[in-house]
């Protein structure tokens, strides 16, 4: 192909010399066949693409291709129920419900019934109008020591920072919080002023980078906490440990990133890089963990405070739960993330690879809370691809309070998953500080989306209760939720993860599927211990085999 474009270079230049030479008028032709030859001419040459030196030129049509592919498959090639990470059903139900347009739809389900993972909730013959039911269910998030507990939506926007998202994408979320009665969660990034400007109730969140309550070195600053943390728009605050999209990773805030707004936001020196580290500065034991829980309540005038994590080394959440058990001290509520959670940029093996799905991760914790009885005093936040009045209905049969959601939010603001969330490229304005694009999103116009899409999927799962002959949420338990985990086998949640009695894990023997975790775990380190459970510990180690509560039907 290279001796051929030199053969075809030729004839063009000869081309446009001899027509130049027959009429000036066609040396015109040039302004097209000179850019092609003097293009050609530096992809013979280049060095770095062996696709476009060895096909000058055509060869740069492979990366045009690379550019189209994503938009053509998503229009064009995929169909409503295989697209990912969201398929083209969800979306389409989130922009119906923004919009309050028809969300019904025709001719039954596009689902396989069939399909392996096909789930289904159990309804009753006798079911209750959803006329009859509380339309805003609510759940009161606070412990014995929280002074301020905070009537919460079982439905709230997770957590994304001013900054990951646009000025205008924040300011249209929190005005949708404002208008629909629930709270959004400001991410790691610190409280701006776009949050603020709506008045939405706001749960802070604080990564590892302090950002907005730090100390020039980057360690934690109780006075600036302090400072914001009794502002009356500060309904709870959310210490991350973790996040599903990229579990255990930390992240550096690049120089030319840090405008004098970010740094007068998160208190940072302005034009540097900003590590955020992968782990926590300000504790490195479970006490400490809960001892930093309980300084925060303190400094916030005693509002609910509490920790979000995926969960990853089991033996961890046991330490941190006997570290409650001896001191005491218990977080208001704790957000479990599920690795199919997003972010704006992830390493892929993180993403792919990196941390417990949301399903079993809420489960985990519900358990081990009950085990160690202390679910009474602690409300569970599930978070990571909930969209839907089903997704909502079937993580609070596995055993949370309330659900988050960030990229269910994102699409009710016209997001439309370019997949260019870390190009600073997004076309709908969402996800980029590009001032050209951030205009196409009209706050005014996206804020009441965002309120109707929140009311319309919380009325959903109103509606999905009354189905099951259930008053409130709080009824639902793993029994209503059925699974088919093979062709002719079908389990209910209830089966899959059976409960555990309360209180199972404050004396041996335990459980047998916990006696490992308990085993490795010490309120004292994260670290598991070098302990080892022999044979003879396991065939001795329960007293009852794994039962099931009486919240089954």
Sequence with gaps: MRKAFVAIAAFLVALTIMLGLYHPFL????????????????????????????????????????????????????????????NRLNRSLIYQRAKKDNDTIPFGTQLNVYDNG??????????????????????????????????????????????????????????????????????????????????????????????????????????????????????MIEIKLSQGAKPGHGGMLPAKKVTPEVARIRLVPQGKDILSPPAHSAFNTPIGLL??????????????????????????????????????????????????GGTGAAPQEFSNSVGMPLREGVAFVYDVLNGFDLKKHIKI??????????????????????????????????????????SNTCPTGVATQDQSLMKGLVVEDKTVRVKNFHNLTVASAVELLGAAGLKEPSQLSRAYINRRVSQNVMQSYLETFPYIPAGSLLQTPYPTRFELGMALSTSKSFAPTDYKVSAVDYAHANSYNDTMSDDGI
């Design 118 to 235: 096909y789930e289904w909730l159990s309804h009753s013959i006798a079911a209750i109008s959803h006329h009859e039911l509380n339309p805003d269910p609510r759940v009161l998030v606070g412990g014995p020591d929280c002074k301020k507990p905070y009537s919460a939506s079982i439905y709230n926007i997770s957590a994304m920072s001013f900054g990951s998202l646009s000025q205008n994408a924040i300011l249209a979320l929190n005005g949708g919080a404002k208008m629909g009665n629930f709270a959004h969660n400001t991410g790691e990034g610190g409280i701006s002023d776009y949050h603020r400007q709506p008045g939405g109730d706001l749960i802070w969140q604080i990564g590892t980078g302090y950002f907005g309550c730090r100390n020039e070195d980057g360690t934690f600053n109780y006075d600036a906490y302090a400072e914001r943390a009794v502002t009356d728009q500060v309904k």
């Design 381 to 422: 936040i599930a978070s990571g691809k909930v969209s839907s009045g089903f997704d909502l209905v079937k993580n609070i049969a596995l055993g949370a309070d309330m659900c988050n959601a960030a990229r269910g939010m994102m699409f009710a603001l016209g997001c439309i998953q370019a997949l260019e969330c870390n």
């Design 27 to 86: 040396w015109w032709t040039f302004i097209f066949t000179g850019p092609f030859v003097l293009l050609g001419v530096y992809d013979l040459y280049q060095p770095k693409h062996s696709i476009v030196r060895n096909y000058p030129v055509f060869g740069r049509l492979r990366y045009f291709m690379e550019e189209l592919r994503p938009k053509v498959y998503q229009y064009f090639v995929e169909s409503d129920v295989n697209g990912t990470p969201y």
């Design 291 to 340: 001892e930093f829980v309980k300084r925060l309540r303190d400094l916030s005038g005693g509002k609910p405070v509490g920790f979000k994590l995926c969960i990853g080394r089991k033996s961890e959440f046991y330490s941190i739960c006997k570290a409650m058990v001896e001191t005491g001290i218990y977080p208001d509520f704790i957000t479990v993330d599920g690795g199919e």
